[in-house]
């Protein structure tokens, strides 16, 4: 018989050289993804760390909604309410308490072994806690990219985040209160990023290919898909503290491949070929200068082009979150269907967003390259795409009666559509000033996040009294006129040239003296090759040659 002590130690010596093994295989495989990144063109490796950034932010985001349903007790709770369409329907009305911008309302199975006796008012503000920071850190984000690098601020977040999302088991076994400070600072983390990204955007994309560059900012919702898919299994297979363990350690990966095939400008990168370099900053051309300085605030607020950008964001914020909240409320209370239960189903319009994001912006690309409209008909055209369809949408949704399908479809559409604010809002701070682009979009989702406070107050305001299309239909009223009018505000006041404090006024002048000294020195040269004409003619040399 073998002693238990030696059968420990050859179940130790196996898993060890398993995972010997495995750090073998995956170091082999990093390398070969490293060596086919060289090949590449460096903006194709850009553009898919962008997409995985947004990623990787959502994927930390949004595991704590599914990770709570495993780590406290879920009492079945079937409250049924009686839907306008169909009075035999029981509907799980669970009312939508946090929102966490595009997450699929997709729950787990069951997860049993909660150990957390937390109540609905510490869940939720576990999950709120993340957001009490985030729009501040939002409104900085940009201005520290600009001074630092997007290159640094969007690692050191990220390594950062991923810290913190390890410690968030050891956390919660504290105390609720360490897991809300934990997540607090996690937001405070998260929300320097997207500025950043949009620096590094304004830094690479050359302007015929910026659409390309925005829509790989939609790679969250992708994230976000996969994750609530992905988290299931985990949380069954290896409990809920591994929810965390994994996304974590899949950031320090991604922080690793970010910090070899990133850099902060075209310039500073060292494996991309000259032809490269010189194709982007000849398109960028005197655009983008790499300034330490404050932004000029003042230009900034009262430019009416921005006003004007900062409302056509506003409007599409206020009808994402409206969409998101409202639109699977209205067909759980009206038509008695819970579009969270449905599976694929709940996950439609944000994949279509992205599908259609993706097609926009290439669309956008091709008509820009091919000059075939102005930067600023670009963007104002397509609002038609991105806010006023939507807005129409939301109002025949209110319209198609019982029919649970053509509600679904209605919300899927109007979603997808709004994927062409990759070339309207997403962008046009890029074209106002692209040397403040992370500024300017950080004060615009500042004021935006408050569209999410809004909407729901406006829900409850008008179904106070019950849950049928006479109710509702004001709601959506309200929700597709902000949507439309915000696109009209932009259509008159908005433009997509850039503006003259893109270019500060130091920035400016020092451009003058540039020019001055170069004119200085040409003057220079002019004078002393004159002055050696005139020698000679005055002093001819004699040229002796050996015979």
């Known amino acids: 018989m073998i002693p238990p002590t030696l059968l420990n130690l050859n179940l130790l010596q196996a898993i060890a050289t398993l995972i010997k093994l495995a750090a073998k295989k995956l170091f082999r495989f990093i390398l070969i993804i490293l060596k086919f990144s060289d090949v590449v063109p460096v903006r194709f490796n850009l553009w898919l760390m962008l997409f995985t950034s947004c990623w990787v932010v959502y994927m930390l985001r949004v595991n704590m909604s599914l990770n709570l349903i495993a780590m406290v007790p879920q009492p079945a709770r079937n409250i049924s309410s009686r839907s306008q369409c169909n009075t035999d329907n029981e509907v799980l009305n669970e009312s939508l308490r946090h929102v966490d911008i595009p997450e699929i309302r997709e729950a787990p199975r069951q997860i049993g072994g909660g150990s957390f006796n937390w109540s609905k008012d510490q869940q939720a503000t576990i999950l709120g806690s993340y957001f009490w920071c985030y729009p501040i850190t939002s409104l900085v984000g940009g201005m520290a990219a600009e001074r630092w690098g997007p290159r640094y601020v969007v690692l050191v977040t990220s390594l950062a985040s991923a810290v913190l999302t390890i410690i968030s088991p050891a956390a919660a076994r ?87 095939l990133v850099a902060d400008t075209p310039s500073e990168h060292p494996r991309i070929s000259v032809a490269e370099r010189k194709y982007i900053i000849d398109a960028l051309g005197d655009k983008i ?92 055209f397509f609002c038609l795409f991105s806010h006023i369809i939507p807005g129409v949408l939301l109002v025949l949704l209110v319209y198609t009666g019982c029919n649970t399908a053509l509600s679904v479809t209605m919300i899927t559409m109007s979603m997808g559509f ?130």
Request: proline share 5%; glycine share 10%.
């Open 174 to 260: 504290l105390d609720y209160i360490a897991l809300v400070i934990v997540r607090f600072f996690l937001g405070c983390a998260g929300g320097f990023i997207y500025p950043a990204l949009h620096v590094l955007v304004a830094r690479w994309a050359p302007p015929a290919e910026k659409g390309k560059f925005v829509s790989a900012m939609m790679g969250g919702t992708l994230g976000t898909v996969v994750t609530w898919s992905l988290t299931g299994p985990l949380l069954e297979k290896f409990g809920w503290a591994s929810a965390f363990y994994v996304p974590a350690g899949l950031t320090f990966i991604w922080c690793g491949f970010w910090w070899y």
């Open 289 to 380: 200068k790499k300034s330490k300085g404050m932004p000029p605030f003042k230009s900034i607020c009262t430019s009416l082009p921005f006003l004007a950008m900062i409302v056509l964001h506003f409007g599409n914020l206020w009808g994402l979150y409206f969409i998101m909240t409202v639109g699977p409320k209205f067909v759980s209370s009206v038509l008695g269907f819970e579009l969270a239960a449905a599976g694929i189903i709940s996950a439609l319009p944000y994949l279509a967003r992205l599908f259609l994001a993706t097609i926009f912006g290439a669309v956008g690309d091709c008509i820009l390259s091919r000059k075939l409209m102005s930067t600023t008909l670009i963007r104002k």
């Open 418 to 547: 709004n994927g062409a604010a990759t070339l309207t809002n997403l962008q046009n701070h890029q074209d106002l000033a692209p040397n403040y682009a992370g500024t300017l979009y950080g004060i615009a989702n500042f004021i935006g996040s408050t569209a999410g406070f809004f909407t729901p107050m406006i829900t409850a305001y008008f179904t106070r009294t019950g849950d049928n299309f006479e109710q509702w239909r004001p709601v959506f009223f309200v929700g597709a006129s902000v949507y439309i009018v915000s696109a009209i505000f932009f259509i008159l006041f908005g433009t997509g040239n850039t503006q003259d404090w893109n270019i500060s006024s130091k920035d400016q002048d020092g451009g003058k003296e540039e020019k001055v000294k170069d004119d200085d020195q040409n003057d220079m040269n002019d004078t002393s090759r004159q002055n050696y004409i005139k020698d000679l003619k005055e002093n001819p040399t004699s040229i002796t040659t050996r015979t």
